[in-house]
C-alpha cells in the first residue's frame, strides 16, 4: 500500500514530461513549416488607381521556376467608370520563372457603388526587391486594366 501514491506520482511525472515533449516538438515543427513571409508595397495605376499591399509566401522552389501564394489588398483611389473610390482584398497563386511572374488574382472589390468579386491576373516581372507589370481583372461590371509596380519591404 505504501508503493501506490509514489507509483502514482512518479506515473504522473511521466505523463507530464511525454505531453510537455510533445506539445513543444509540435510548436517547434510548426514554425518551422511556415514558410516566410514577404510584404511587397506599391501602386496601381490605369482603370483602377491606388495603393497596394501584398503578403507573398514562398510555396515551392524547383530548379528555376518558384510558387507563390499570398494576399494582396489595394486602397482604391479611383474606379474608371465612376464606380467611385473603396478597397480590393483577395489571393493570388502564381509562378516566377526565369523573374517572371504569372499569377491567378480572385478576390472582392469593396467601392461606394457597390461591392463585386473580382478575379484575374497579374504578370510582370519580380526581382529580389522590385517588380512591376500588368493587371488584367474582371468584375461584374467590367474588365480593368493597368500597370502595377512593387518594392519589398
Known amino acids: 500500500?505504501?508503493?501506490r501514491p509514489f507509483k502514482f506520482i512518479e506515473f504522473s511525472i511521466i505523463c507530464f514530461t511525454i505531453l510537455f515533449f510533445f506539445s513543444a516538438n509540435t510548436s517547434c515543427d510548426q514554425s518551422l513549416s511556415d514558410p516566410p513571409k514577404e510584404i511587397w508595397t506599391g501602386?496601381?495605376?490605369g482603370m483602377g488607381e491606388?495603393?497596394?499591399?501584398m503578403n507573398a509566401w514562398q510555396v515551392k522552389k524547383t530548379q528555376n521556376v518558384l510558387t507563390i501564394k499570398g494576399r494582396v489588398e489595394?486602397?482604391?483611389k479611383a474606379v474608371s467608370g465612376g464606380y467611385g473610390s473603396g478597397s480590393c482584398?483577395?489571393?493570388?497563386?502564381?509562378k516566377i520563372k526565369d523573374g517572371v511572374l504569372?499569377?491567378?488574382?480572385s478576390g472582392t472589390a469593396y467601392v461606394s457603388q457597390g461591392d463585386s468579386p473580382v478575379s484575374g491576373e497579374?504578370?510582370?516581372t519580380l526581382s529580389e526587391?522590385?517588380?512591376?507589370?500588368?493587371?488584367?481583372?474582371a468584375t461584374r461590371v467590367g474588365k480593368y486594366t493597368g500597370e502595377w509596380s512593387l518594392e519589398k519591404q
Not at 482584398?89 to 502564381?94: L, S, Y
Not at 526587391?129 to 481583372?137: C, D, E, L, M, R
Open 129 to 137: 526587391n522590385k517588380g512591376s507589370g500588368t493587371y488584367n481583372f
Open 74 to 76: 489595394m486602397k482604391i
Open 43 to 45: 501602386v496601381a495605376t
Open 89 to 94: 482584398n483577395g489571393t493570388f497563386k502564381g
Open 1 to 3: 500500500m505504501t508503493n
Open 50 to 53: 491606388g495603393t497596394l499591399v
Open 102 to 105: 504569372q499569377a491567378k488574382f
Open 122 to 124: 497579374l504578370i510582370g
